[in-house]
């Protein structure tokens, strides 16, 4: 499966691109059916730009924008490569569906559905 990669700080993510209708210029407002959502603020990195958008695919009337510093690269990973997290950690990583290691660097995997539905 094919992933936009975004490094945040040291913590890399991948975003499912299946799950994405398209890459756009992060808007300054959102419109009345957006919603916005800054990947460095969820992960509380403070004075962080994030001027790029990952528009979500969704059956609603609202539209998901993530908001990310940049799209490092894309990369398919295939599904026997990702792990799924402990138990134990889902507090800590409820936004997360798995990992999987790529070049010896950790890649979250961003489960977009969870996300969506923070407060």
């Not at 499966?1 to 490094?7: G, L």
């Given at each position: 499966?094919?992933?936009?990669?975004?490094?945040l700080d040291g913590i890399c993510l991948g975003i499912p691109a299946e799950q994405t209708?398209?890459?756009i210029s992060a808007?300054?407002?959102?419109?009345?059916?957006?919603v916005l959502i800054s990947l460095?603020?969820?992960f509380h990195l403070k004075n962080t730009d994030a001027p790029h958008g990952i528009v979500l695919k969704s059956d609603g009337p609202v539209t998901t924008v993530l908001l990310t510093p940049k799209i490092d690269i894309e990369l398919e990973i295939p599904d026997e490569n990702i792990f799924p997290l402990p138990q134990a950690l889902m507090g800590q990583l409820q936004y997360f569906t798995g990992a999987c290691f790529s070049d010896h660097t950790l890649i979250l995997i961003l489960n977009t559905v969870k996300l969506m539905e923070m407060p």
């Open positions: 499966m094919k992933f936009f990669i975004c490094a209708e398209k890459l808007p300054q407002s959102p419109a009345d059916t957006e460095p603020n969820v």
